[in-house]
């Protein structure tokens, strides 16, 4: 069963175990034998789920953390404790105040620094604020009232950012070009008569390459909104730092082949190599088996937007049979994740069809040379008279792709 049955499953034992205990109650008397067995062997399955649940819960985060492990050298355990408690607010703080980090901060910079062979140009700050942000608007005044509610701040509606989280390789801490071996072609194995030759042949080798590409953005803040001690303060300063650079490497890389940007998923394929224009049940079946056939087995996921959701999560699998169900039911299409974002572009210039991809995110390579560099420069002409500060944000990597036929991209399913 999967983590969400069993919960499911738990969830119904319980309330049926809380039933039996409030009708008792209502009528003002003990658990009758009967009702008193019934509740005991809920009771031992509930215990019994849970174990279920601890061991699914267990698995489901260890292939997480495994699909999405920065690959590095030793102690990346205590680099991610240390990155949890490293604070925008306070590298931005101490940027305007002109004096040198302390705490987490300090720690964290010497650290990558030390790492990297090379002092940041700027401030180091962990890439994982790029994942930790929450959505906001830019407006400080909307922040401040008589009645100052940050904790109900309603923050804009932004893309969803997931490219990490279907399983791609993290390699971090680059310093020079990467250049990663590539198996070409193999031997050929065939059959001789006795006292026959074999025929000979050779295996071939390609290389896959990641050279550094920069991504950067600038903020302006104003001094009274750095200076607020209030926590949402601290989720706006990480927001406004992050979105855009983390959404603009997303982008580049489930789409990629832009101007200086890396290319990505449907840039490395070109075209679409793969249908999904009914959409039906055989076509689904074969986009699987496309990637199956390649054997490309590690982490399976389907990357679909909105819209080309909304269609599948109305088309039966079987025509006028709903209790066939739908192609795409209870989050699975094919019974393989579905993940949606709005990063994925329509499938033609007039937005009548839609994209979908299917593959082995595994097989994507995020090399990171510079994690997030923070720059603040309280003395730019404009902000300055204002007593405002320039932030800058830059981070450096590049994508590359381990086996582009680990991927089938379709560009023509239909709206609604």
């Known amino acids: 069963m999967t983590l969400k049955q069993i919960r499911e499953r738990k969830a119904a034992k319980v309330a049926e175990a809380r039933a039996i205990v409030a009708k008792a109650e209502a009528e003002n008397r003990q658990l009758a034998a009967d009702e008193a067995t019934k509740f005991d062997t809920l009771k031992t399955e509930i215990t019994d789920l849970e174990g279920q649940e601890a061991r699914a819960q267990f698995l489901d985060d260890q292939e997480r953390r495994q699909a999405g492990t920065v690959v590095a050298g030793t102690g990346e355990r205590q680099l991610e404790q240390l990155e949890q408690r490293v604070s925008l607010l306070r590298i931005v703080q101490a940027g305007v105040e002109g ?10 910079n010497a650290e990558v620094t030390r790492r990297n062979g090379r002092p940041a140009q700027g401030i180091y700050m962990p890439m994982a604020a790029l994942e930790r942000r929450v959505n906001t608007t830019t407006s400080a005044d909307d922040l401040v009232g008589t009645d100052h509610r940050g904790d109900q701040y309603i923050g804009a509606l932004r893309n969803a950012l997931l490219a990490r989280r279907l399983g791609v390789r993290v390699l971090s801490g680059l ?3 990467v250049s990663i071996p590539k198996h070409g072609t193999s031997t050929v194995a065939g059959w001789v008569a006795e006292n026959s030759a074999l025929t000979p042949s050779d295996m071939t080798f390609a290389n896959v390459g990641l050279t550094p590409k920069h991504v950067g953005a600038l903020s302006e803040m104003s001094r009274q909104l750095i200076q607020q001690s209030d926590p949402t303060i601290e989720q706006l300063l990480r927001d406004d730092m992050s979105f855009q650079i983390a959404q603009a490497i997303d982008s580049a890389l489930i789409v990629g082949g832009g101007a200086n940007e890396p290319d990505g998923v449907i840039a490395t394929l070109g075209t679409a190599n793969g249908s999904l224009a009914g959409p039906t049940w055989a076509q689904v079946l074969q986009i699987i088996e ?11 996921n389907w990357l ?11 088309t039966l699998k079987v025509t006028g049979d709903a209790g066939a169900g739908f192609l795409l039911q209870g989050g699975q299409l094919g019974d393989y994740p579905v993940h949606t974002t709005n990063n994925l572009p329509p499938g033609d210039s007039n937005g009548d069809n839609n994209s979908v991809i299917f593959g082995d995110w595994s097989q994507v390579l995020l090399g ?29 990597c590049d994508i590359a792709i381990r086996h582009e036929e680990a991927f089938v991209l379709a560009d023509d399913v239909p709206g609604l």
């Open 99 to 108: 004096r040198a980090l302390d705490g987490a901060e300090a720690e964290y």
């Open 304 to 314: 679909v937007n909105p819209t080309a959701k909304a269609k599948l999560r109305g």
């Open 368 to 396: 990171i040379w510079s994690e997030l560099d923070i720059l603040v420069n309280p003395f730019a002409e404009g902000p300055y008279t204002k007593g405002n500060v320039l932030i800058r944000a830059m981070a450096t």
């Open 175 to 177: 310093r020079g070009n």
């Open 290 to 300: 496309g990637v199956e056939t390649a054997n490309a087995l590690g982490s399976h």
